[in-house]
């Protein structure tokens, strides 16, 4: 069984890349707090980020320490989420992170910093038409660098239109009933600075037997933690079922979608959430980063960042674990 990356702080939602041959993951910081559990995942009180890396698995690994907080961002109010990090053309490193601002809606900010672990410091505001939750960032091979993000319930994603311009507040639920097709994570092409949108947000469709995922399918709907990666050519946007605590994915031809449903990466670990990212190719392999809450024993804030290997069939398909 996998163990803990790290067991001095609790981590979550890591994002990994590989930078000049190092592993880095960009983790949330779980801390311990008196909420108690709720749809809005008030729970979830995290402040800052650390930044891990190491040379090989089963490494060492290194705490880098804060690499940023919200005391350093002006506009963030609370819930530093589920963050990611991208290298640009210019060689500096930017930090993306959703957090609530002062009037509770959550947005996505950047950071630049000028080495993988940072530290990063924060643009003013947040990145325009941005909202929600949970940014994940991935550079194509002709250097494009698209950004997806969204996320439901307390992600406030069932709150917007398909391209963020209408935001109708306090919408508690995400669509239901027969003929309903699932509400889509969002992308969008960052600049080549990486500092804004290059483009309007766009709705992602997730398909099964080539028609929209219908809303009510909790096993196959997206409901947070995108992420893609490419294999042989093609794109693999993974996510999270949310309630029903799978790892899922999808294949597609373009980093804009369609993207068709190809089965569930892992089942569901202990505690609520599961959300993780994909390496392609660290030193040969394909590897698996996600979290769950076996350290705390099962408290559902508190949670460990773990990797596995993971393998694909002669098909391209990813062959399914369990925790």
């Known amino acids: 069984m996998p163990k803990p990356l790290v067991t001095h702080i609790y981590t979550a939602d890591p994002s990994?890349?590989?930078f000049d041959g190092r592993l880095y993951i960009y983790p949330s910081h779980d801390r311990e707090n008196d909420y108690g559990f709720n749809d809005k995942g008030d729970q979830y009180d995290m402040v800052d980020y650390h930044v891990l890396s190491l040379a090989?698995?089963?490494?060492?690994?290194?705490?880098?320490?804060?690499?940023?907080?919200?005391?350093?961002?002006?506009?963030?109010?609370?819930?530093?989420?589920?963050?990611?990090?991208?290298?640009?053309?210019?060689g500096r490193?930017?930090?993306?992170?959703?957090?609530?601002?002062?009037?509770?809606?959550?947005?996505?900010?950047?950071?630049?910093?000028?080495?993988?672990?940072?530290?990063?410091?924060?643009?003013?505001?947040?990145?325009?038409?941005?909202?929600?939750?949970?940014?994940?960032?991935?550079?194509?091979?002709?250097?494009?660098?698209?950004?997806?993000?969204?996320?439901?319930?307390?992600?406030?994603?069932?709150?917007?239109?398909s391209d963020g311009t209408t935001y109708t507040p306090d919408v508690a639920d995400e669509p239901s009933g027969a003929g309903v097709r699932a509400y889509g994570p969002r992308v969008a092409r960052l600049r080549d600075d990486m500092l804004e949108f290059a483009e309007g947000v766009r709705e992602l469709?997730?398909?099964?037997?080539?028609?929209?995922?219908?809303?009510?399918?909790?096993?196959?709907?997206?409901?947070?933690?995108?992420?893609?990666?490419?294999?042989?050519g093609r794109y693999y946007f993974s996510y999270s079922t949310g309630d029903t605590h799978l790892l899922a994915y999808a294949i597609g031809d373009s980093p804009y979608?369609?993207?068709?449903?190809?089965?569930?990466?892992?089942?569901?670990?202990?505690?609520?959430?599961?959300?993780?990212?994909?390496?392609?190719?660290?030193?040969?392999?394909?590897?698996?980063?996600?979290?769950?809450?076996?350290?705390?024993?099962?408290?559902?804030?508190?949670?460990?960042?773990?990797?596995?290997e993971i393998t694909y069939d002669k098909d391209g398909k990813i062959i399914k674990q369990k925790p």
């Not at 992170?97 to 809606?105: L, Q, S, V």
């Not at 994909?278 to 698996?288: D, H, P, Q, R, S």
């Open 257 to 308: 979608g369609p993207f068709e449903y190809a089965g569930t990466i892992l089942e569901p670990v202990v505690g609520w959430t599961t959300h993780h990212s994909i390496v392609e190719n660290f030193k040969g392999k394909t590897y698996l980063f996600y979290h769950d809450c076996e350290l705390s024993k099962g408290v559902d804030h508190l949670r460990s960042v773990k990797m596995r």
């Open 56 to 90: 090989e698995e089963g490494g060492e690994v290194t705490d880098h320490g804060v690499a940023i907080s919200a005391q350093d961002v002006p506009w963030v109010d609370k819930q530093m989420w589920a963050p990611d990090c991208a290298r640009g053309k210019d």
């Open 16 to 18: 990994a890349h590989v």
């Open 93 to 161: 490193h930017y930090l993306y992170f959703p957090a609530r601002g002062h009037d509770g809606i959550f947005r996505i900010g950047v950071a630049v910093g000028d080495r993988p672990e940072g530290p990063f410091k924060a643009q003013p505001e947040p990145i325009k038409g941005s909202f929600s939750i949970d940014p994940a960032t991935f550079v194509d091979d002709d250097g494009a660098a698209y950004c997806y993000f969204g996320g439901l319930w307390g992600g406030q994603l069932q709150c917007y239109n």
């Open 205 to 232: 469709v997730i398909t099964v037997g080539g028609q929209p995922v219908p809303a009510d399918d909790h096993e196959r709907r997206f409901f947070e933690a995108a992420w893609v990666h490419k294999h042989n």
